[in-house]
T-cell receptor
Framework: GAGVSQTPSNKVTEKGKYVELRCDPI?????LYWYRQSLGQGPEFLIY????????DSGLPNDRFFAVRPEGSVSTLKIQRTERGDSAVYLC???????????FGSGTRLTVV | GQQVMQIPQYQHVQEGEDFTTYCNSS?????IQWYKQRPGGHPVFLIQ?????EVKKQKRLTFQFGEAKKNSSLHITATQTTDVGTYFC??????????FGTGTRLQVTL
């Protein structure tokens, strides 16, 4: 596609529920990144994929967070047993190769009530 | 871990005035990137600087990378209302992740 697409744009869920956030990167971009941004803060790194593999998942806050990219294109960020502190905008970005500037998607605003 | 700080946190200028934001990293960077995020929007890549002392211009925007590759600046000449937003610098940390700075929010009024 022309840009990075993220769905849903907004997600409201109850505390304790499971959510999946989807990212469709720019076609041909091998590097894919997930970030989380809270109000008034800069984006905070979660995980980086090179192709199908997670090259760096050091930013995932705990084992409730997991992400996959099975075919090296679309990625899904999965959050189990959501907590109110998980509320934030989850941003996905891709780049042609690792180290280039990122193209971000519009983000998914997650609200845990 | 790596820290990237920006000053000021917020600046309010009159249209036509100049604006500068400064970025400082706790570690030496191989490169630095700048992004702009409009209110309610997502970060948009502006530029990447790689060489020590490098200066790049994009119309009214001038970007500099420090000689020691630990700091950078973004200068906007004659601001316009379209320049409103938050400007982030970002530098590569360990191995792979890009660490974003704290951001400088620019407000421009007529």
């Amino acid at each position: 596609g022309a840009g990075v697409s993220q769905t849903p744009s907004n997600k409201v869920t109850e505390k304790g529920k499971y959510v999946e956030l989807r990212c469709d990167p720019i076609s041909g971009h091998t590097a894919l990144y997930w970030y989380r941004q809270s109000l008034g803060q800069g984006p905070e790194f979660l995980i980086y994929f090179q192709g199908t593999g997670a090259a760096d998942d050091s930013g995932l806050p705990n084992d409730r967070f997991f992400a996959v990219r099975p075919e090296g294109s679309v990625s899904t960020l999965k959050i189990q047993r959501t907590e109110r502190g998980d509320s934030a905008v989850y941003l996905c970005a891709s780049s042609p190769v690792h180290g280039d500037g990122y193209t971000f998607g519009s983000g998914t605003r997650l609200t845990v009530v | 871990g790596q820290q990237v700080m920006q000053i000021p946190q917020y600046q309010h200028v009159q249209e036509g005035e100049d604006f500068t934001t400064y970025c400082n990293s706790s570690t030496t960077l191989s490169n630095i990137q700048w992004y702009k995020q409009r209110p309610g929007g997502h970060p948009v890549f502006l530029i990447q600087l790689v060489k020590s002392g490098e200066v790049k211009k994009q119309k009214r925007l001038t970007f500099q990378f420090g000689e020691a590759k630990k700091n950078s600046s973004l200068h906007i000449t004659a601001t316009q209302t379209t320049d409103v937003g938050t400007y982030f610098c970002a530098g590569p940390g360990t191995a792979s992740k890009l660490t974003f700075g704290t951001g400088t929010r620019l407000q421009v009024t007529l």
